[in-house]
């Protein structure tokens, strides 16, 4: 696999979410949506899961659109959240003891979650949230949209700003892992590291120290930046001789399937 031609050929788009995670689409009508769109290569790369990677492979083949095993790992590194994607990924002893783990622990938070609801008088169930998740990786999201649903709260984001974000009242830190230890199962699977959205990171200096780790690529364009940003991180990919990817970060129909292509990273 060969990100900088996947790149440089255009119709891409290498960082989607699927019902697997936290996205609306599920794996099968997600690969169907890139193609009625003209994609020719997808990442799905779902948040610590690798579940609805079969079910998009097979589809992809069937529409002949290339569908990439993908993740993308949670992270934090000196107080920051940092997100990695993995292209290429193959199943491991290493990679699924991990995802297990962060599977149990994001159950047991979302557990302790909606005990905090429930004291504030905003009581649900892990059934309600699980109507969401669909069984799979539980995750904020999925909490915010089952509280929106008990009316509660009159929309999504309004849950996160108040009672979900870091240091709000029903916020629990996830299981943490390090970026060189996500970097390492990546690697062990066979697949290449790559830095997601470093906008969200918002510290250009933290940025250059963790391109020191052994990353293959960092995301140059991604729908929260713009030109100046691609510009820029598209200079630290030239200076660390990293792979230069983009990707939508596609949850739901308010983000555009890849329309930068390869223009916007040129």
């Known amino acids: 696999m060969d990100l900088t031609k996947i790149v440089q050929s255009g119709h891409f788009d290498l960082h989607m979410h699927t019902t697997a995670s936290d996205g609306e689409y599920t794996p099968e ?13 997808i990442a799905i790369t779902d948040h610590d899961t690798l579940a609805g990677l079969a079910a998009a492979i097979k589809t992809g083949e069937e529409l002949g659109i290339t569908v990439i095993r993908g993740i993308e790992l949670s992270t934090k590194y000196k107080g920051k959240s940092v997100d990695i994607l993995g292209y290429n990924v193959a199943e491991t002893a290493g990679l699924n003891r991990i995802l297990q783990e962060m599977r149990t622990e994001r159950e047991e938070r979302a557990i302790r ?35 929106v649903e008990k009316g509660y709260v009159q929309d999504y984001q309004t849950v996160f700003d108040s009672y979900l974000a870091d240091g709000k009242p029903c916020s629990i830190d996830k299981l ?23 906008v969200l990171i918002g510290d250009d200096e933290l940025i250059k120290e963790l391109l020191h780790f052994n990353f293959d690529g960092i995301e140059v364009w991604h729908r929260k930046q713009n030109q100046a940003d691609n510009d820029r991180y598209k200079a630290l990919a030239k200076q660390f001789k990293l792979a230069a990817t983009g990707g939508s970060d596609f949850h739901n129909d308010e983000h555009q399937l890849g329309v930068f292509g390869f223009h916007a990273i040129d």
Request: hydrophobic share 40%.
């Open 113 to 147: 979650i909606i005990k905090k609801f429930e004291k504030i008088g905003m009581p649900i169930t892990l059934d309600d949230v699980n109507k969401y998740s669909g069984g799979e990786v539980i995750s904020r999201p999925h909490i915010a949209k089952a509280i």
């Open 176 to 198: 943490i892992i390090s970026p060189q230890t996500a970097i390492d199962f990546i690697h062990e699977s066979g697949g290449m590291a790559v830095l997601a959205h470093p």
């Open 29 to 41: 009508n997600l690969v169907k949506k890139a193609h009625g769109i003209g994609l020719k290569t």
